[in-house]
């Protein structure tokens, strides 16, 4: 089980879109696409290169209206950071625990009125080999839409894709991807590994 519940409107607050909007003009990023009508949904975040990721992943996400969460580390929560990262919708995880963090996070956003939760397939940010299915898995379980979420540094954008119904089969999900994340460069586009699960490789 997660330590905190990730249940909670799938709506940011005005001060929050406020704070998205400065932050990106700050930055000069440009935030394209619209979240979709669904009230629930799993949004893939890629290539996830670099720490500023983060920054602008909430930023954007907070421009375009929505209340996202995340999962990290427990230790990440620790004081003085721990409830700024609340406030940015982060969950903490017992790593050290075993559990089936697939089921609970399904049953937790199945119990709440709206939830929109981020999650990186890469795991990490250095180069990984291939991206780990807990995505599509938690989509599943879930019974919701995935979501290309993105980064493209180059042109300083950042936005939503394609929707990808859950019950799409595997193999067509990944071609679908590896198709919308051509061209989509990170910070460091030499971490950005090839878009496969590890069965593919």
């Not at 995340?70 to 995880?93: Q, Y």
């Not at 119904?165 to 919308?180: G, I």
Request: proline share 7%; hydrophobic share 40%; charged share 20%.
């Amino acid at each position: 089980m997660t330590s905190q519940r990730v249940g909670r409107s799938r709506a940011c607050s005005s001060f929050a879109r406020w704070l998205g909007k400065t932050v990106n003009r700050s930055k000069g990023w440009h935030v394209a696409g619209h979240a979709p009508d669904d009230a629930r949904m799993l949004i893939i975040a890629a290539p996830h290169t670099s720490n500023w990721d983060f920054i602008y992943l909430i930023a954007a996400a907070f421009s375009l209206g929505l209340s996202v969460h995340w999962i990290g580390k427990a230790s990440l929560f620790r004081w003085p950071l721990g409830s700024i990262l609340r406030f940015m919708g982060g969950v903490p995880v017992d790593r050290s625990r075993r559990n089936n963090l697939v089921a609970s996070l399904a049953e937790e956003i199945n119990s709440s009125p709206g939830c929109v939760l981020v999650v990186p397939p890469e795991g990490t940010r250095g180069r990984a080999p291939h991206w780990k299915s807990g995505f599509y898995r938690i989509a599943q379980a879930a019974r919701i839409p995935m979501v290309c979420g993105y980064l493209d540094y180059p042109r300083k954008t950042a936005g939503l894709g394609p929707v990808i119904p859950f019950d799409v089969d595997e193999t067509s999900l990944m071609d679908m991807l590896r198709e919308f994340y051509e061209g989509i460069e990170g910070k460091y586009p030499d971490n950005f590994g090839p878009v496969q699960l590890k069965e593919e490789a």
